[in-house]
């Protein structure tokens, strides 16, 4: 009996640390509700501590409370190794850069070449017609404008267009000699100390590349495949910026963020260049190649049901640069993790919270050949231009979103390796933060701005 009384101890104490560095962690992240949950079941927990005062007739409880811990730890915690793993579907076909929402929404009413866009794509008039109705990203009148961060947002995006003119650039050395290892290990010490969270190679595939440029000078222009290596990085969202989205925070730090992966892409695609290869960098407004699949074919994490790439360090709270390049280097084989897929589909908060509800609750469904999830881009973006702003809040409540602390991880690293596990955590994640939450309040220094 004595095994038993220390075993209830040891689950009692060990629930309420858990609890207890919950609400610090809530604290310091400023998750009010969280921590005031954490905190009060703290007491309630350890009342259980009260059993071991009863009559030894009434053992048969702590035995039973502590075979219930035993056997619900043994079903969480069974190793991924012991389940099938799921299939990953492979990506088909091109992109028409011309059709997707940012390239649509840059076409000029009476112009040519908005006349033979409708012309070849009919479909696509009436829907973009509504689009064109409302305010617009960064405007006076949208939802949720505040004049500071909305002309720091404009004022960031121009200088990412700035960019634009250093992304490629001629050959006029003779190549550089050195080992593929050499190289990958120097650009990735350097995108690291520049900034980045991640980084990966891989080798280009077809579907990667757009078929057709959507945007400024590449408008029409059909796409050539030029490079046969692509290195891929993310930068981190800061996440008390992300957390009030759809508010004005969420759009001042994509701007920053989008500007700071190509400032780290551009940099490394002259290096290259210097080094005597081709290189081309692939930033925010100047993409030929799709930048989630490269990045999830690099192995940085793998697309998530809102459509965004879902690392395992910040999940979706990320902007992504990509430089191809024909310098030798040594491309990383596909690793497929099937456990954020499975998480997605036990989740859905990203699709629940969706104020466009742009986000399917569904399975996935076969489109194009490959059963995947896909956004509703027209609703999406639609909200963005009545909200001013690039709205993440599918971002802000994701899971994987938490910040990268003791708790978090431990929880994120959980959900890779224990299958059952997934169910429970995003039930933890409802109590704790709720299943529809509210958008946190903007930082102090943005308030009143």
């Given at each position: ?8 101890i040891?689950?009692?104490?060990v ?14 992240e ?13 007491p ?18 702590i ?20 389940f ?10 091109n ?8 390239s649509r ?5 009476g ?6 866009y ?18 617009g ?7 949720f ?22 992304v490629?650039g001629?050959?006029?050395n ?11 290990r ?6 690291k ?22 945007r ?31 508010k ?15 400032i ?6 002259q ?12 930033i ?20 998530g ?10 999940g979706?709270r ?12 040594p ?7 099937d ?6 589909s ?16 569904e399975?996935?469904?076969l489109i194009?050949?490959?059963?995947r ?7 999406c ?5 009545s909200?001013?702003?690039?709205c993440?809040?599918?971002?802000s ?29 995003v ?22 701005n």
């Amino acid at each position: 009996m004595i095994y038993f009384q220390v075993l209830f101890i040891a689950f009692i104490v060990v629930t309420a640390l858990i609890l207890a560095i919950m609400f610090i962690t809530s604290l310091l992240e400023r998750r009010k509700n969280a921590a005031t949950k954490a905190l009060l079941l703290i007491p309630v927990i350890s009342s259980f501590l009260l059993l071991l005062r009863l009559p030894p007739d009434f053992y048969w409880l702590i035995i039973s409370i502590d075979i219930t811990f035993l056997l619900a730890g043994s079903y969480l915690f069974i190793p991924r190794m012991f389940f099938r793993k799921l299939k990953e579907e492979t990506a088909k076909g091109n992109i028409d850069e011309r059709t997707i929402m940012f390239s649509r929404n840059e076409l000029k009413p009476g112009s040519e070449r908005f006349e033979k866009y409708y012309e070849e794509f009919p479909q696509h008039k009436d829907s973009d017609e509504q689009f064109r109705k409302l305010p617009g990203l960064l405007h006076k009148k949208s939802t949720f404008y505040k004049p500071l961060p909305y002309n720091a947002s404009d004022a960031i995006f121009k200088v990412v267009d700035g960019l634009h003119q250093h992304v490629d650039g001629k050959v006029e050395n003779p190549p550089l000699k050195g080992s593929p290892e050499q190289f990958s290990r120097f650009v990735k010490k350097w995108a690291k100390k520049a900034g980045a969270t991640s980084v990966g190679i891989t080798e280009t595939k077809g579907y990667h590349w757009y078929s057709i440029g959507g945007r400024g000078d590449r408008y029409g222009e059909t796409i050539q495949p030029r490079h046969k290596y692509a290195i891929v990085f993310t930068v981190e969202m800061d996440h008390e910026m992300v957390m009030p989205a759809p508010k004005s925070s969420i759009i001042m730090e994509s701007a920053s963020q989008y500007l700071n992966a190509g400032i780290i892409a551009t940099q490394i695609a002259q290096f290259i260049i210097n080094c005597g290869y081709e290189a081309r960098a692939h930033i925010d407004g100047n993409y030929q190649v799709v930048a989630p699949l490269v990045a999830r074919d690099a192995n940085l994490g793998e697309i998530g049901r809102m459509g965004l790439l879902m690392t395992p360090e910040l999940g979706p709270r990320n902007r992504i640069g990509v430089i191809t390049t024909n310098m030798p280097l040594p491309a990383a084989e596909r690793q497929y993790d099937d456990s954020v897929e499975d998480f997605c589909s036990k989740c859905l908060k990203c699709a629940v919270n969706c104020p466009a509800t742009a986000i399917s609750k569904e399975d996935k469904s076969l489109i194009n050949g490959v059963k995947r999830w896909q956004i509703n881009s027209d609703k999406c973006f639609s909200y963005w231009l009545s909200a001013g702003t690039d709205c993440g809040r599918c971002m802000s409540t994701c899971p994987y979103s938490h910040p990268s602390n003791l708790m978090h991880n431990v929880v994120r690293w959980s959900i890779r390796n224990f299958p059952n596990f997934r169910y429970w955590a995003v039930k933890m994640d409802d109590f704790f933060y709720g299943r529809k939450s509210i958008p946190a309040k903007l930082p102090d220094w943005m308030q009143n701005n």
